[in-house]
């Protein structure tokens, strides 16, 4: 379930009093402006919470979000005038369950039958003079047109839908619709089972547990009369539920293989697993937590899935085990939940699903204080950016924080893009926005990340933030808004692999001096986030076509404030020449000659110009050196940052031709970043530029000119090919005569895996000069099955059998 936040509220309030004390709420909203409620507890009123339509799973519904209310509520007000129809109270039954058990029997979790936490079947059979309707599969059958919403994100999102039905019509085949009960009763939802169940989706509720006074029971059963009468379903859309306790509820009825509704276009396959608790806002409970990974592990030995590979669904390699957003564009599971779940597959995986899992921190909520005249105050600036949880977070050195904001658009639309807000922050804090699911560096300016926000309108944004490695009080302003991060505690490191590097015995100290002797080291190390930018491993590359051989001078343009060795310049431009065996720069009057030269940038792109050739942009660092008496430039960034600019295969190609190759090409340079498998020993970089002895690397400017490929590498993000658990090399070429060469037919004696790579027919390239080594994965033979309408997986399990893509 994905609950949109609230910008600014409607001045007018409206209170109701109900004749008897009601459970929870949600209300029919009929405009576009978010609305909020409160409860009167007996002494006070309770905290503002949002109501906006939920319509992720059926866009022409217009109900809201469900919210809870605390025990014995009569009166409820609202900020906005609602009339008294578009109210939808909730009462929960008192009683109790009709099966007395702990959440953990024996150390074993139980699943408690929706017959023992007392599901009240009356509400999945249709009415008098009531039709029955199939909301939430409606999608999954191909009856988009059913599901039509008004909004841009939506009319692209059934198209989506569309093209997936189109492109793989027997992975939304489904059973004939059981339309009777055991009593001859119709029911509101027919029942229909997936023939084969594939992914395990992990959701979380969005309801927040801490401070609720409510049981799980208790929540369990508003959240099924939310979805089966107020949201009009017939039923619970989650196959099952997790409470805060560690208890699993049945949810859908049916029993196995039954299609649920828990994710637009992807509910025929898949079973979905929700966890009560906003993880946005709040942790998973340790005991939740296990619990989860004890019913994926018996999910997964019910439907028979192997754990241990990667799971084509819809086109896509994945994780047998996914979040809720790694299908479609939404926060589910939460932050807390989704950066923890590679732990739990891991968990499952290994069988060890009593192993405690560690969630990062999470911003706690905002504490919105009640003034006299009843009115809540809400933290907005004058940008139209709102505050949703606390403006002071603390976490531990060198971890992550969520950073959630309202933006409201005043009076006038805002399409994607467009800089709603400048962040002012010290350089030691890293900061991405998330953008479609992907979270990208933040260059200076918070910007709209959906196609359009109409006039009047309000969106949730996420930022995330990494905490510097020391102590201390970090102060950032968002547009108006003031944050303060505190840092304090044990640091948090993670496990990375540097890569070989050329280092000199004495180091320079403030560029001035150096010795010239200098060996090769191969070291495992641990390295603070901070130091890495993203997640992936940081990747060296020597441009050979940045400037010609021969050039005296190479000049770099930096936007924005630089380190030069560790000492701080303004912006503008730098002239790079060879003096002896000293990388010499100049700048504004200051000289630095140095052994090494190294700019960092930032979060800025740097521009390199030379004489006869054109401008190049690059991301990340680049260092000068003076290797075999020539001037030398080393782009140093991440490996997904590289990707993005790898330039073997433009959007002239088809997505699935590029997504095929945005695997194979990762999983290249992977292989050589592991030391053991150095591509040019005894050399300061990685690889190089050149696709004659590396890859086709172009840098920045292939971004920005093939959207598609960019798209395919973020899809991707992370995934290699792997044998046997190790990282294969896997080679690729352009064109053959009609059959693959074996490794020992291109010479290439003791060529690691060599049985993947036996000859093969590749009749879409018969009659074309063998262009290239021959070996593996063909150019020609991946376009025409792209045409034909194979996936980028299936291109790769052609060219390169047995092996298993991993994330």
Same mark, same amino acid.
């Given at each position: 379930m994905h609950v949109q936040g609230v910008g600014a509220f409607s001045a007018t309030l409206t209170t109701y009093s109900f004749a008897a004390p009601v459970d929870a709420v949600s209300v029919r909203i009929t405009g576009e402006t978010p609305q909020a409620v409160s409860a009167w507890d007996g002494s006070q009123w309770t905290e503002w919470q949002g109501l906006t339509v939920e319509n992720e799973q059926d866009p022409a519904l217009r109900e809201s979000n469900l919210v809870m209310l605390p025990p014995g509520t009569t009166t409820v007000r609202f900020q906005a005038e609602i009339g008294h129809a578009d109210i939808h109270p909730i009462h929960v039954s008192t009683a109790p369950t009709t099966f007395t058990v702990a959440a953990l029997a024996d150390g074993k979790p139980r699943i408690l039958s929706r017959q023992e936490w007392g599901a009240?079947?009356?509400? &999945?059979?249709?009415?008098?003079?009531?039709?029955?309707?199939?909301?939430? *599969?409606?999608?999954?059958? /191909?009856?988009?047109?059913?599901?039509?919403? #008004?909004?841009?994100?939506t009319v692209n999102r059934e198209q989506e839908c569309r093209d997936a039905q189109a492109h793989f019509p027997?992975?939304?085949?489904? *059973?004939?619709?059981?339309?009777?009960?055991?009593?001859?009763?119709?029911?509101?939802?027919?029942?229909?089972? *997936?023939? +084969?169940?594939?992914?395990?989706?992990?959701?979380?509720?969005? !309801?927040?547990?801490?401070?609720?006074?409510?049981?799980? &029971?208790?929540?369990?059963?508003? &959240? %099924?009369?939310?979805?089966a009468n107020n949201r009009g379903w017939g039923d619970v859309g989650y196959h099952y539920l997790i409470d805060e306790q560690g208890q699993i509820y049945e949810g859908r009825t049916g029993g196995d293989s039954v299609v649920g509704g828990h994710t637009y276009c992807n509910n025929i396959g898949t079973v979905g697993v929700a966890l009560m608790g906003n993880f946005d806002l709040e942790e998973p409970t340790q005991v939740q937590a296990k619990s989860l990974q004890w019913l994926l592990q018996v999910l997964g030995s019910k439907y028979h899935i192997d754990m241990t590979r990667s799971v084509v669904f819809h086109g896509k390699s994945l994780s047998p085990i996914v979040g809720h957003r790694q299908l479609v564009s939404t926060d589910c599971p939460g932050f807390a939940m989704w950066s923890a779940l590679d732990q739990v597959r891991t968990n499952v995986r290994t069988g060890q699903v009593d192993t405690a899992v560690e969630f990062p921190h999470v911003a706690e909520p905002i504490k919105v204080p009640i003034t006299g005249s009843g009115a809540s105050k809400i933290i907005t600036g004058e940008d139209g950016l709102a505050v949703l949880g606390d403006t002071v977070i603390q976490g531990r050195p060198g971890g992550e924080v969520i950073v959630p904001l309202f933006f409201r658009a005043g009076r006038k639309s805002y399409t994607q893009n467009t800089r709603i807000a400048r962040i002012t922050r010290g350089s030691n804090l890293q900061m991405w926005q998330e953008r479609e699911g992907v979270f990208i560096p933040i260059r200076g300016d918070l910007r709209i990340p959906i196609p359009l926000v109409k006039k009047g309108e309000s969106i949730l944004l996420r930022v995330k933030?990494?905490?510097?490695?020391?102590?201390?009080?970090?102060?950032?302003?968002?547009?108006? !808004?003031?944050?303060?991060?505190?840092? *304090?505690?044990? @640091?948090?490191?993670?496990?990375?692999?540097?890569?070989?590097?050329?280092?000199?015995? $004495?180091?320079?100290?403030?560029?001035?001096?150096?010795? +010239?002797?200098?060996?090769?080291?191969?070291?495992r190390a641990v390295v603070s986030t901070e130091q890495t930018g993203d997640s992936s491993p940081t990747v060296r590359i020597h441009l050979t076509n940045a400037f010609p051989a021969n050039v005296g001078t190479v000049t770099v343009r930096a936007p924005g404030a630089i380190r030069v060795n560790g000492t701080q310049f303004q912006g503008g431009i730098f002239a790079l020449r060879r003096n002896g065996e000293m990388c010499q720069l100049s700048s504004g009057g200051q000289t630095v000659d140095a052994p090494v030269v190294r700019l960092e940038p930032g979060e800025d792109v740097l521009t390199i110009e030379a004489e006869g050739t054109a401008p190049k942009r690059y991301r990340g660092f680049l260092e000068c050196r003076v290797?075999?008496?020539?001037?030398?430039?080393?782009?140093?960034?991440? &490996?997904?940052?590289? !990707?993005?600019?790898? /330039?073997?295969?433009?959007?002239?190609?088809?997505?699935?031709?590029? @997504?095929?190759? =945005?695997? =194979?090409?990762?999983? %290249?340079? $992977? %292989?050589?970043?592991? #030391?053991?498998?150095?591509?040019?020993?005894?050399?300061?970089?990685?690889?190089?530029?050149?696709? =004659?002895?590396?890859?086709?690397?172009? /840098? %920045?400017?292939?971004?920005?000119?093939?959207?598609?490929?960019?798209?395919?590498?973020?899809?991707?993000? /992370?995934q290699v090919l792997s044998y046997n658990g190790q990282v294969i090399k896997p080679p690729y070429f352009s064109s053959d005569d009609g059959r693959t060469r074996t490794p020992a037919e291109a010479h290439w004696g003791d060529f690691p895996f060599a049985g993947i790579f036996s000859s093969k027919p590749d009749p879409w390239c018969k009659g074309m000069a063998l262009r290239g080594h021959g070996v593996g994965m063909s150019g020609c033979g991946a376009k025409a099955q792209a045409l034909e309408g194979r996936t980028g997986e299936e291109i790769l399990n052609y060219y390169y059998p047995g092996t298993v893509i991993n994330n």
């Open positions: 009240d079947d009356s509400f &999945l059979v249709v009415e008098e003079d009531e039709k029955p309707t199939s909301p939430m *599969s409606a999608q999954d059958n /191909g009856d988009v047109a059913a599901v039509q919403g #008004p909004t841009q994100p027997a992975e939304f085949k489904a *059973s004939t619709a059981v339309t009777e009960n055991a009593k001859g009763e119709k029911l509101r939802w027919p029942l229909t089972f *997936s023939t +084969q169940v594939k992914l395990l989706v992990v959701h979380h509720t969005a !309801l927040s547990t801490t401070g609720d006074q409510r049981s799980g &029971l208790e929540r369990v059963r508003a &959240l %099924y009369t939310y979805h933030v990494r905490l510097p490695m020391s102590p201390g009080t970090w102060p950032v302003k968002i547009g108006t !808004l003031q944050y303060m991060f505190e840092t *304090s505690g044990r @640091r948090v490191r993670t496990m990375q692999l540097i890569n070989t590097r050329q280092t000199t015995q $004495t180091l320079q100290e403030n560029g001035t001096t150096a010795t +010239q002797q200098q060996r090769t080291t191969q070291v290797l075999d008496n020539a001037l030398v430039l080393i782009n140093e960034l991440q &490996l997904e940052s590289y !990707l993005m600019g790898l /330039g073997e295969e433009p959007d002239t190609e088809p997505l699935e031709k590029q @997504r095929a190759f =945005a695997i =194979a090409a990762r999983t %290249y340079a $992977t %292989y050589y970043l592991d #030391p053991d498998h150095r591509k040019f020993a005894g050399k300061p970089y990685d690889g190089s530029d050149s696709p =004659a002895t590396f890859q086709l690397y172009k /840098g %920045y400017d292939f971004e920005l000119q093939n959207p598609k490929w960019v798209r395919m590498a973020r899809e991707t993000a /992370g």
